[in-house]
C-alpha cells in the first residue's frame, strides 16, 4: 500500500479523443467507450487519457510534436505529463506515463502524475 498526499484535485478541460489518440499514436478504435481523455491537477497538470483495453498500452507511441501542437492548442495549461491508462479490473489501472520534455522519456512511477491519476 502507498499513500501520498496531494492538492485537492482540478479538473480542466476535457479533450477530443482524435487528439487524445494522435498524442498517443494510437488509431481511434482505441478510445475508451465512455471514459473521455481530460486535464487533471493535484499540483501538476496532466493529461489523462483512457483506453479501451489494457493490450493498447503496449501499442502506445507516443507522439512529443502532437503533444506539443495540442499543449499550443490549450493556452494557459502549463502541462507537465501525459498519463495514457487502461482499466484492467474494477479499481485497477495500467498505465504509461510521459513527460512533455522528449529528454525525460517515459516515467512510470512519476508522483505528480500518480495524484492526476487517482482523482480521475
Not at 494557459?76 to 513527460?99: D, L, S
Not at 529528454?103 to 512519476?110: F, I, S
Amino acid at each position: 500500500e502507498v499513500a501520498l498526499t496531494q492538492n485537492p484535485a482540478v479538473f480542466g478541460a476535457v479533450v477530443d479523443r482524435a487528439t487524445a489518440l494522435a498524442i498517443a499514436g494510437l488509431p481511434p478504435d482505441c478510445a475508451h467507450p465512455t471514459l473521455v481523455p481530460e486535464w487533471v491537477s493535484t499540483g501538476m497538470p496532466t493529461l489523462v487519457i483512457p483506453l479501451a483495453a489494457p493490450a493498447d498500452l503496449a501499442r502506445v507511441a507516443f507522439d512529443w510534436r502532437a503533444f506539443g501542437a495540442a499543449l499550443s492548442a490549450w493556452p494557459g495549461v502549463p502541462a507537465f505529463n501525459c498519463y495514457i491508462c487502461a482499466a484492467t479490473a474494477p479499481g485497477h489501472w495500467a498505465a504509461r506515463c510521459f513527460g512533455e520534455d522528449p529528454a525525460t522519456g517515459e516515467d512510470p512511477a512519476t508522483g505528480s502524475a500518480a495524484g492526476p491519476l487517482g482523482a480521475y
